[in-house]
C-alpha cells in the first residue's frame, strides 16, 4: 500500500530564509508525486510533479523538489522564503501503474514566515 | 479555460439530513475525484469517476455515494448526516494519463449541526 509520510506540522521561517519541507513516501511502484499548495478558503494548487522525467524538479513561486529514490524522499525546497508563500503544503502520491486517478495525501505542513 | 467549480460553496445542515455537493470540472476532463478534507483526517479520498462509472472508492461508509453525468459533471450525497461529516469537500478533475495533475475546485465547507 502507498503511504505519504510528512514531517514536521507546523514549520515557520523567517522571511528570506530556505524552507524545507518533508515528504517521504511508500510505494511498491513506481510513483508520481507532487506538492499542492492550499491557500485558506481555497482549494488545492499545484507546485510540481515528479513524473521520473527528472529527479530535480523545479516549480512555481521558484519551489523545487528533489526525488532521491535510495530515501524515499520528495523534499520540497524555497531558497528565500516570502511572507506571500504562508500557507499549508501537501504532498501526495499516486501509482504511476494504475488506471486510477486516486492521490494519497501527507497530513500536511502549515509554513509560517515571519517577518 | 474555466477551472473547476463546486456549487455550492458553503452548507449548513442539521444531523439526519442528506445533502447533494456539485462539482464541474474543466472542459474535456473526464476524471472526477472527490476529497473530503478534515483537520483531525487530513484529506481522504471518497471515490474517482471516469465515464460516468466509478472506478476507486475509499473508505467510507456507505452513507456516501457520488455520480457521474454524461458531461462529467459530478455529484456527491451524503445521507443521514452525522457531525463528524463536518469537513470541506474537495472536488479534482483530470485527463490524460497518470503523470498528469489533478485540477482542485474551491470546495464546499459542509457543517453539521
Known amino acids: 500500500a502507498q503511504s505519504v509520510t510528512q514531517l514536521g506540522s507546523h514549520v515557520s521561517v523567517s522571511e528570506g530564509a530556505l524552507v524545507l519541507l518533508r515528504c517521504n513516501y511508500s510505494s511498491s511502484v513506481p510513483p508520481y508525486l507532487f506538492w499542492y499548495v492550499q491557500y485558506p478558503n481555497q482549494g488545492l494548487q499545484l507546485l510540481l510533479k515528479?513524473?521520473?522525467?527528472?529527479?530535480l524538479v523545479k516549480g512555481i513561486n521558484g519551489f523545487e523538489a528533489e526525488f532521491k529514490k535510495s530515501e524515499t524522499s520528495f523534499h520540497l525546497t524555497k531558497p528565500s522564503a516570502h511572507m506571500s508563500d504562508a500557507a499549508e503544503y501537501f504532498c501526495a502520491v499516486s501509482p504511476s501503474t494504475s488506471g486510477t486517478y486516486k492521490y494519497i495525501f501527507g497530513t500536511g505542513t502549515r509554513l509560517k514566515v515571519l517577518a | 479555460k474555466a477551472g473547476v467549480t463546486q456549487t455550492p460553496r458553503y452548507l449548513i445542515k442539521t444531523r439526519g439530513q442528506q445533502v447533494t455537493l456539485s462539482c464541474s470540472p474543466i472542459?474535456?476532463?473526464?476524471?472526477v475525484s472527490w476529497y473530503q478534507q478534515t483537520p483531525g483526517q487530513g484529506l481522504q479520498f471518497l471515490f474517482e469517476y471516469f465515464s460516468e462509472t466509478q472506478r476507486n472508492k475509499g473508505n467510507f461508509p456507505g452513507r456516501f455515494s457520488g455520480r457521474q453525468f454524461s458531461n462529467s459533471r459530478s455529484e456527491m450525497n451524503v445521507s443521514t448526516l452525522e457531525l463528524g461529516d463536518s469537513a470541506l469537500y474537495l472536488c479534482?478533475?483530470?485527463?490524460?494519463?497518470?503523470?498528469?495533475?489533478?485540477?482542485f475546485g474551491p470546495g464546499t465547507r459542509l457543517t453539521v449541526l
Open positions: 515528479y513524473t521520473s522525467a527528472a529527479t
Open positions: 479534482a478533475s483530470h485527463h490524460g494519463g497518470a503523470g498528469n495533475e489533478q485540477f
Open positions: 472542459s474535456g476532463h473526464r476524471s
